[in-house]
Each structure stands twice: as C-alpha cells, then as structure tokens.
C-alpha cells in the first residue's frame, strides 16, 4: 500500500512539473529542444499512475495493453533528452555547441537511441510483476543493462558539466548524478518505489536548468 501512495505522489509531483514547464516554455522565446522534457514529464505521468493502479486493475489484457504504452512512451520520449540536453548547452553559448555538427551528432544520436529501444521492446516479451502490494507488467528478455538509459545519463551529464564550467550553474551535473549513484546503488528497504525519488530528483534538475535558461534570456 505504500509503495501505490508513493507512485501516486510521484505522478502527482510529474503533473505539478510538467505544466511548471509548459509555463516557462510558453512565457519565453524558447527554443524548440525545451520542448522535450515536458515530453518526457508526460511519459513519467503515465508510468508511475499505471504502476499506482495496477493492483486495482488486476493483472489481465487491460493491465497488459495499458502496460505497453508504458514502453512505447520510455522507448519514443526518453532519447529526447538527448535534444533537451543539446538546447541547454546551444542557449548557453557553450562554445562546442554552437558547431554545426555538434547538432547533427545529437540529432543523430537520439534517433539511433529511439530506433535502439524500439528493437528491444518489440523483441521482450512482458511478464507480470507482484511486489510490494503493487502488480505491474516488466519487459523480460533483455540481453543486458539499460544501454539507452546508460548513454542518455552520460550524454546529460557531460552537458551538465559543461553548463557547470560555462556558467557555475551545478543543479543539472547535480541531478545527473544523483541519478546515476541512485540506480547503481542496491538501496535494502523493501519498496519499488523509493529509487524513483532519485529519478524524481533528476528531473527537477532539469526543470530547474530550463528554468534558470529562460530567466537569463
């Protein structure tokens, strides 16, 4: 039962941010990447709501169908982080950014991510989860670590790092690798929910680099 009211806090603090965001993005001239991360708010709504509600659901074919956008939305949204993290360091004049080619390497790198995790969903087949109090459906048959996920913290962090150097600006580096530590790290209290409040951190970070971008323009 806790870990259900944690998932619905959790989607609860993601509505609160995504509207915070298409606040900011619609007061200022802001450019097209700071799009993405209400994006990827939109898809972390939805996941942590379906996982809230899956134990009055029941596991069954709506379970299961309601599931699978969960993984579409993670495969189609999170790469895009990948362009956010590009806007924040070509709006922060960071000298590597403003090379054309630095924008057709993040394009280009999110398309292969997006294209990477579209293989893997459809290749997993999914099975049913219970733990906790909370029933949900996982993706099983994965032939290693989260590579996309890996790859997406990676490329975050370095810009974050970047913006830390150009501007001393640290909360994007910061949630980055709160993040990073978080998931590595096996956390012993009996809950699925409590590493989510690293990925909850992460993502206020963010929010707060857009913010803070469109406060200096």
């Not at 619905?8 to 298409?22: D, H, K, T």
């Not at 790469?79 to 950014?97: D, E, H, R």
């Not at 830390?164 to 590595?184: E, H, L, N, P, Y």
């Amino acid at each position: 039962m806790v870990d259900t009211i944690l998932y619905f806090l959790f989607s609860f603090c993601y509505i609160v941010l995504f509207f915070f965001s298409i606040y900011v993005v619609r007061k200022n001239t802001s450019p097209f990447y700071m799009l993405f991360l209400p994006l990827v708010i939109a898809g972390l709504i939805y996941d942590n709501i379906m996982i809230g509600i899956g134990s009055f659901i029941g596991e069954g074919d709506t379970l299961h169908s309601l599931s699978m956008l969960r993984f579409w939305f993670h495969a189609l949204f999170t790469p895009t982080l990948v362009l956010f993290a590009y806007g924040v360091a070509k709006y922060s004049t960071i000298t590597w950014a403003k090379k054309p080619v630095a924008g057709i390497l993040f394009l280009l790198t999110t398309f292969a991510l997006i294209s990477y995790e579209t293989l893997e969903t459809i290749s997993q087949r999914m099975e049913v989860v219970r733990e906790y109090g909370i029933v949900r459906y996982t993706l099983v048959g994965s032939s290693g670590p989260p590579l996309m996920v890996l790859i997406v913290a990676i490329i975050l962090l370095f810009v974050g790092i970047s913006l830390f150097r150009k501007t001393r600006w640290s909360s994007m580096m910061i949630g980055v690798a709160v993040m990073i530590v978080g998931s590595a790290v096996s956390i012993p209290i009996p809950s699925t929910a409590v590493t989510n409040t690293f990925e909850l951190i992460f993502i206020f970070s963010l929010f707060l680099t857009q913010r803070h971008l469109m406060k200096i323009h």
